[in-house]
């Protein structure tokens, strides 16, 4: 593929930094040199429409090449911070008649023996993929782990999300957080830290399903320490008031000195509670530095499946979060699967139903959620050198609009998507892939994905 890491792009509209001004941004090797306000009367650069430029063409190392934006917007690359990409594109062999979060636990529980290794990649490299064709460039996965059957089934995904995370590493990144089973004092705990030892990035759990929540959340910090990995725990997603492991967790976090390194997904049960009792929590999480993720499109479908009307939603007090100075980011959480049959990880998709969630649809809030799916999931992941900042590596995605109220409402296909030092997706061709080993790459993840069986649309 040709080299385009030394570029020049003009007539950028940055939302996040200046809706009202046009930019010049300029790239050398891969990484911004150069964010500065295009002034009205400077000499026009010769420049190359972006709509008609070939990624492909030869470019020469030593040349640099302008590319003229037409006023579109740029972002930061999208940070999914909560995805179950072994899970996705499951829903043709596990099926889940309620719609309840527990028949989907206990549905793919129970088919998990049956998933080899090579379909479980093929799920990944799927949804991953197909967030990166959307714009996002980093991915932090949660990994089922099912100790129940054994250890060689429980370890198999994790073979398949480090194949995953390297055959995709020229392209984009994976963090890997595994989850360790609830109720697993009497199962094999030492494959647990196998692995952790075999290469995953952080460990997770969900121990609000526990009867011992407690000891759960203590062996979890006790790994974390052992192996120095941070934490990112599902809690309290649940409809019940009463739920409160987060509580723990703040507390844990601050007598470990794990400040910064524990993040806590879901928090449902928050949207049950009367103000003052959520606020009390918020004020502990935000004392203990916790990060926080929404999931909205996945709690909205799951939640509130045993009320009558009127009907709790679930998802989490995302406006109070933010407002009291927590990072909390919103994500993607499952793609077609027995959790959630729809979604497709694209986060603007996302951060358009976390606003009809969260009643956030002024000017202000709609800049405040492209932060939620760029700045704050990066934190969430621990990327320190990530946005459009002098030095830093250049990921980007452009989207085909000119206001972030335009992107909000037609919610544009049309996106460029740039990640370590390439553009990796262009509109305008079938594949669109800018890589021919990248679009090898999705034709055979793809081929193994199906969206058919015919017995479930009977009922």
Known sequence: MASNNNIDLCNVRLPLLNEGE??????????????RIQEADAAAPISTSLESWNPDQHVEMSNITTLDLEGKILLSSFVDSHMHLDKAFSLTTVENISGTLEEAVRNYSSASPTFSKDEIKARMMRSALQALSFGTTHIRTHLDFNLRYSRDIALRTIEAALEAREALAPYMTLQLFPMCPYNFMSLDNEAIEEALRMGVDGIGGAPHLSVTPKDDID???????????????????TDNPQMRTVEYVAECTKEKGYEGRVTVDHLCALASMTDKDAGGIIDKMAEAKLKAVSLPAVNLYLQGRQDSFPVRR?????????????????????????????????????????????????????????RMITEAPAKVLGLSASGITGGYPANFVIVDGSSTEEIFTMLPERRWVYSQGRFVRSPGTKAAWNNNALAQLWQKASEAVSFQKPEFAKG
């Open 22 to 35: 046009l930019y010049r941004l300029s790239i050398r090797d891969g990484h911004w040199t150069h964010i």
């Open 314 to 370: 679930g998802v989490t007090r995302l406006k109070q979060i933010h407002e009291r100075g927590i990072p909390i980011a919103v994500a993607s959480d499952n793609i077609h699967d027995p959790f959630h049959p729809f979604g497709r990880g694209d986060l603007l998709q996302i951060a358009l139903i976390s606003s009809y969630a969260a009643h956030m649809g002024r000017p202000a809030d709609l800049r405040t959620l492209l």
């Open 219 to 237: 062996f979890i910090f006790k790994m974390a320490e052992k192996y120095d990995v941070p934490i990112d725990l599902h809690c309290d997603e």
